[in-house]
């Protein structure tokens, strides 16, 4: 069929202010999988902005598990859990989440977004207040925004800022934080969080997306780096789209809170399971992930995130207080952040500007990001096209 469309003039309006502003995004199609080494219209280049931490997502063992769920059991859920869609797949890999992470029950999601839109959306209301980090991603204050409940965010990290928002609030409600920041890098200080909620009797809950896989033993994330368990932090959200290579979410927690959450969490109860063949491919990923090549490319990944910021502390750019994979060039406005994005493209390395709403005002950046699929050879591309890029601007700035 031939497209036609008829376009109201407020929705040409604000497309228009947002190409001014230089915020429009849009989609780019990669001819290839998701590998560092991709091809974008017949171009190469080696991309530094995937999800991607331990190179899982094109990894041969767990397209093999997907390929083999799928015969056994289809490829569609079918229907919600609650009602037939909740097939031997998830319940083996929910209990396999569970016993790696110490936690009574683990319940799945089919994305981190809904996940915390649900666990979010059922534990609080207009009594039930919620305060949360400043820099936490937008499904979390979408969680609070669907629960209609009262929201106050505290200052980046700043366990005093959450204590002054716990201690003027009449009501107890839920105290929540990204595990590592996701545009930032930088990880929460949990251990000290979990005693204010604890302190002042409100419920802790952590979305830990970029930890798990990539961070403490085992890749048990922040929870173990954080010296954590289930009665600390009793609510713990992790998705599959980063470290584990596939797609979907899970909350861990005790039987009672997922009880609850299986009455209440509308976006659990009303919506169709994820595919059992992801199910199976995300148990093969929790499976490596537990393993010696788990644990390796955690260090070879290590080994990047030390190497990168060695070379880059030499540059004349603002680099954050990260250890992790996310290693964020902070540039400032819009136009800047694009056109250093377009400057290293054109040397062969792929980074998307990310810009306001995503991150703040007047800090529009270079949202790196290191994967064990990296090669020694692409860390130094990368160092060395930054180093191009960024000399050549700081001179031009004198
Ligand atoms: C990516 C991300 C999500 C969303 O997870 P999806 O499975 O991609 O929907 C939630 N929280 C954080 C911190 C994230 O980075």
Same mark, same amino acid.
């Given at each position: 069929?031939?497209?036609?469309?008829? !376009?109201?003039?407020?929705?040409?309006?604000?497309?228009?202010?947002?190409?001014? &502003?230089?915020?429009?995004?849009?989609?780019?199609?990669?001819?290839?999988?998701?590998?560092?080494?991709?091809?974008?219209?017949?171009?190469? =280049?080696?991309? @530094?902005?995937?999800?991607?931490?331990?190179?899982?997502?094109?990894?041969?063992?767990?397209?093999?598990?997907?390929?083999?769920?799928?015969?056994? =059991?289809?490829?569609?859920?079918?229907?919600?859990?609650?009602?037939?869609? $909740?097939?031997?797949?998830?319940?083996?890999?929910?209990?396999?989440?569970?016993?790696?992470?110490? =936690?009574?029950?683990?319940?799945?999601?089919?994305?981190? =977004?809904?996940?915390?839109?649900?666990?979010?959306?059922?534990?609080?209301?207009?009594?039930?207040?919620?305060?949360?980090?400043?820099?936490?991603?937008?499904?979390?204050?979408?969680?609070?925004?669907? /629960?209609?409940?009262?929201?106050?965010?505290?200052? $980046?990290?700043?366990?005093?800022?959450?204590?002054?928002?716990?201690?003027?609030?009449?009501?107890?409600?839920?105290?929540?934080?990204?595990?590592?920041?996701?545009?930032?890098?930088?990880? /929460?200080?949990?251990?000290?969080?979990?005693?204010?909620? /604890?302190? $002042?009797?409100?419920?802790?809950?952590?979305?830990?997306? $970029?930890?798990?896989?990539?961070?403490?033993?085992?890749? +048990?994330?922040?929870?173990?780096?954080?010296?954590?368990?289930?009665? +600390? &932090?009793?609510?713990?959200?992790? !998705?599959?789209?980063?470290? @584990?290579? !596939?797609?979907g979410a899970f909350v861990a927690t005790s039987h009672d809170i997922a009880d609850y959450l299986t009455q209440f969490a509308r976006p659990y109860v009303y919506t169709t399971s994820m595919s059992p063949a992801m199910a199976g491919a995300t148990l093969a990923s929790?499976?490596?992930?537990?393993?010696?090549?788990?644990?390796?490319?955690?260090?070879?990944?290590? +080994?990047?995130?030390?190497?990168?910021?060695?070379?880059?502390?030499?540059?004349?750019?603002?680099?954050?207080?990260?250890? !992790?994979?996310?290693?964020?060039?902070?540039?400032?406005?819009? /136009?800047?952040?694009?056109?250093m994005s377009a400057e290293l493209k054109a040397l062969g390395v792929w980074c998307t500007a990310i810009r306001p709403p995503t991150v703040p005002a007047g800090r529009a950046r270079l949202r790196i990001t290191l994967s064990a699929a990296h090669s020694e050879a692409?860390?130094? &591309?990368?160092?060395?096209?930054?180093?191009?890029?960024?000399?050549?601007?700081?001179?031009?700035?004198?």
């Open positions: 069929m031939k497209p036609v469309s008829n !376009t109201p003039g407020w929705i040409v309006a604000a497309l228009q202010e947002r190409r001014q &502003l230089d915020l429009m995004r849009h989609t780019v199609t990669l001819n290839s999988p998701q590998i560092p080494h991709t091809h974008i219209q017949q171009h190469a =280049y080696t991309a @530094f902005c995937s999800n991607d931490y331990l190179g899982l997502a094109n990894h041969p063992i767990l397209i093999k598990a997907m390929s083999d769920t799928a015969a056994q =059991y289809g490829v569609g859920g079918g229907s919600s859990h609650l009602v037939c869609g $909740h097939l031997s797949p998830h319940q083996v890999l929910e209990e396999a989440l569970a016993d790696w992470l110490g =936690y009574e029950r683990v319940m799945l999601f089919s994305a981190g =977004y809904m996940a915390n839109l649900g666990v979010i959306s059922a534990l609080a209301d207009r009594h039930r207040p919620v305060v949360q980090d400043k820099l936490n991603h937008a499904s979390l204050i979408d969680g609070a925004r669907l /629960a209609q409940a009262p929201l106050r965010r505290y200052l $980046h990290n700043d366990v005093q800022s959450a204590e002054k928002l716990l201690v003027k609030s009449s009501d107890t409600g839920l105290l929540v934080t990204d595990g590592v920041f996701s545009m930032d890098g930088d990880v /929460a200080p949990l251990a000290d969080l979990s005693s204010l909620a /604890a302190r $002042h009797d409100w419920l802790f809950m952590v979305d830990d997306a $970029h930890g798990l896989g990539c961070l403490g033993e085992d890749g +048990r994330g922040c929870l173990s780096l954080e010296g954590l368990d289930a009665r +600390r &932090l009793p609510i713990l959200v992790g !998705t599959f789209g980063k470290a @584990f290579g !596939t797609a929790l499976r490596l992930i537990q393993s010696n090549e788990g644990q390796e490319r955690r260090e070879r990944l290590a +080994r990047h995130i030390a190497y990168f910021r060695q070379r880059v502390q030499a540059l004349p750019v603002e680099l954050m207080a990260s250890n !992790t994979a996310i290693q964020p060039i902070v540039v400032g406005d819009s /136009a800047s952040a694009l056109r692409d860390l130094v &591309l990368l160092c060395d096209s930054l180093e191009q890029v960024f000399t050549a601007t700081f001179l031009n700035a004198q």
